[in-house]
């Protein structure tokens, strides 16, 4: 049964990546490289679907190639990023259930990391996803049951809930949903019931059924989810398993734009000048600490994960800001700088700094984005 922890698990079809990071020219043996996964068996449901798999690679080889070998044709690769990858499950065509075997191999490790996958005999109340229209901001899905008269849920979660919530299994999960939906309906003097057929947007549909997701987190992963379920007064009940696909919202296009960064210390003031060159709007300015999650150390290149986690922290507190009623013209001015600029800042002895300043930008009034790669200095 494809729960929702098995919306983390496990790389199957043959693929080659190129590695990023702390390389090494050659094969240490003393330190050879270590592949560690979020689990070694995947168990998914006769539906199929895409499913991110979180890896993590110690001491890599430079030019080093992973050989991900799978044993059926009905598991293969989708996408790899540099800390994730998307695996595609073909829906089950067959009464029983089936297995595949993977090995994944890499230079200098020995030996072969060895993947079980099982899927479940096809699904009788399956539902298929359809995404398109897919920007930095907002998707399109088209959710397709088979069953055109079973009411469903139809909607779509960032997916690091899965990832920090804990929650492993899927009817958890719709206890949790409902339990939040429960809540809403006794504060409007509703059943939930009532208010599954009144909310907007429209969660529940018969048939298929079309959504647009607007204000989505730029660079983040969302998991699209449908389960059958109906509904009598406060009570509910699902009537198919849980059904889902993920969607990798990209970053914005970046624009050219460099800062030329200068740095003079009197004691523990650093006086920090910035000169945004010919980018006439906005900007970030981040200062983190060597004990801090986005400092880098010198001589080592910021990769895709860094940045998306920046974007992440600087998207985060704008949301968070407006939300409390600010625009997002207040939150700019208010947290970021335009032109020349000298900021005197406070540090602490006996630590090292990295300055971190990127272009920012907000269109038509929405949650301001990140819009040009980082420049840094250190300090």
């Not at 079973?150 to 409902?178: C, H, L, T, W």
């Not at 007064?233 to 993920?246: C, E, F, K, L, R």
């Not at 922290?313 to 000298?342: H, I």
Request: net charge negative; with cysteine; aromatic share 10%.
């Amino acid at each position: 049964m494809h729960n929702l922890k098995t919306l983390m698990v496990i790389l199957m079809a043959a693929f080659t990546v190129s590695l990023v990071g702390c390389e090494t020219n050659e094969i240490d043996p003393n330190n050879p490289p270590k592949l560690v996964l979020d689990t070694y068996t995947l168990n998914v449901d006769g539906g199929g679907g895409d499913i991110p798999l979180y890896y993590g690679l110690t001491n890599p080889v430079k030019g080093g190639d992973f050989e991900v070998i799978s044993t059926e044709t009905w598991v293969s690769l989708k996408e790899v990023t540099s800390s994730t990858i998307v695996l595609h499950i073909d829906p089950s065509n067959s009464n029983e259930e089936r297995f595949a075997m993977v090995t994944i191999k890499y230079p200098g490790l020995e030996p072969a990391t060895k993947v079980t996958v099982l899927q479940d005999k096809q699904l009788l109340n399956k539902f298929s996803f359809e995404v398109s229209n897919v920007t930095y901001k907002s998707c399109t899905v088209k959710y397709k049951p088979l069953d055109k008269n079973r009411p469903y849920m139809a909607n779509v979660i960032d997916a690091e809930y899965f990832k920090q919530s804990g929650v492993s299994q899927e009817q958890a999960f719709v206890d949790a949903e409902m339990a939040s939906y429960l809540a809403l309906a006794e504060r409007n003097n509703m059943t939930l019931e009532e208010l599954m057929g009144r909310v907007q947007p429209q969660l529940i549909y018969t048939g298929d059924a079309e959504r647009q997701f607007i204000g989505m987190q730029p660079g983040a992963t969302y998991v699209i989810y449908s389960y059958g379920i109906t509904f009598s007064g406060n009570s509910y009940q699902m009537t198919t398993p849980m059904h889902s696909t993920v969607v990798e919202i990209p970053m914005p296009a970046m624009y050219d734009a460099t800062f030329n960064i200068n740095c003079r210390m009197s004691g523990t003031t650093a006086s920090i000048s910035i000169d945004p060159g010919d980018w006439s709007g906005y900007y970030s300015v981040q200062i983190a600490p060597d004990d801090s999650l986005h400092y880098i150390e010198p001589g080592t290149q910021m990769t895709e994960g860094a940045i998306k986690s920046l974007a992440n922290k600087f998207y985060t507190n704008a949301r968070n800001v407006m939300k409390g009623g600010a625009s997002a013209e207040q939150f700019l001015r208010a947290n970021c700088y335009t032109g020349f600029r000298t900021l005197d800042v406070q540090l602490q002895s006996g630590k090292r700094y990295m300055i971190i300043v990127f272009a920012v930008e907000s269109k038509d009034g929405e949650v301001p984005v990140m819009r040009s790669m980082p420049s840094i200095m250190y300090i």
